[in-house]
Antibody, heavy 119, light 107 residues
Framework: EVQLVESGGGLVQPGGSLRLSCVAS????????MHWVRQSPEKGLEWLSR????????LYADSVKGRFTVSRDNAQKTLYLQMNSLRVDDTAVYYC????????????WGQGALVTVSS | DIQLTQSPSFLSASVGDRVTITCRAS??????LAWYQQKPEKAPKLLIF???TLQSGVPLRFSGSGSGTDFTLTINSLQPEDFATYYC?????????FGQGTKVEIK
């Protein structure tokens, strides 16, 4: 069974940092592209980042470029999102998701990790 | 960035109804569109990709159509478990934008 389990969410002050982890199981993690997507009542679903299978190519939304960094450890089957210079409007539920091959959408999602940025 | 506009934002329907949700892209995205279903406190679930291809395990009452800029998600004979929010996402280019969602509620 494919599973993605996020952790690392929590409450952080504006300007602070947080690292999210997404542990994968049930599939060959090292062969899949992975994405981060967040959701807030204000902005709805917002695509954030994509990382290719070997971690060499990273794409970001403009809203997080330069502040967030995506990475992966294929040996540990784990995807990461390092979030720096956090702002109040980064408050959201953050999801990791697996990209189905061939541009067929995001076929498996984690349960979500709540990040709250507040003083 | 490609903008996706869904309509309606909210609809009220009864069990057994046929429901249609539209998604309009701000530019031509060919057939690079996916549809997701999301229930409260749950992650989105992929229903359809390539505009009209049903994801494995998704009931046949769900169907998708369209290409270019105009797309449709249809649910035939709405079931109680279908009351949820539906989102489209374009897979043509980055950033991979989503529509704002359509909430389907019980009439």
């Amino acid at each position: 069974e494919v599973q993605l389990v996020e952790s690392g969410g929590g409450l952080v002050q504006p300007g602070g940092s947080l690292r999210l982890s997404c542990v994968a199981s049930g599939f060959s993690f090292s062969t899949y592209y992975m994405h981060w997507v967040r959701q807030s009542p204000e902005k709805g679903l917002e695509w954030l980042s994509r990382l290719n299978s070997d971690g060499s190519t990273k794409l970001y939304a403009d809203s997080v470029k330069g502040r967030f960094t995506v990475s992966r450890d294929n040996a540990q089957k784990t995807l990461y999102l390092q979030m720096n210079s956090l702002r109040v409007d980064d408050t959201a539920v953050y999801y990791c998701a697996r990209a189905a091959p061939g541009g067929r959408g995001l076929d498996y999602w984690g349960q979500g990790a709540l990040v709250t940025v507040s003083s | 960035d490609i903008q996706l506009t869904q309509s309606p934002s909210f609809l009220s329907a009864s069990v057994g109804d046929r429901v249609t949700i539209t998604c309009r892209a701000s530019e031509d995205i060919s057939s690079f569109l996916a549809w997701y279903q999301q229930k409260p406190e749950k992650a989105p679930k992929l229903l359809i990709f390539a505009a009209s291809t049903l994801q494995s395990g998704v009931p046949l009452r769900f169907s998708g159509s369209g290409s270019g800029t105009d797309f449709t998600l249809t649910i035939n004979s709405l079931q109680p478990e279908d009351f949820a929010t539906y989102y489209c996402q374009q897979l043509n280019s980055y950033p991979r934008t989503f529509g704002q969602g359509t909430k389907v509620e019980i009439k």
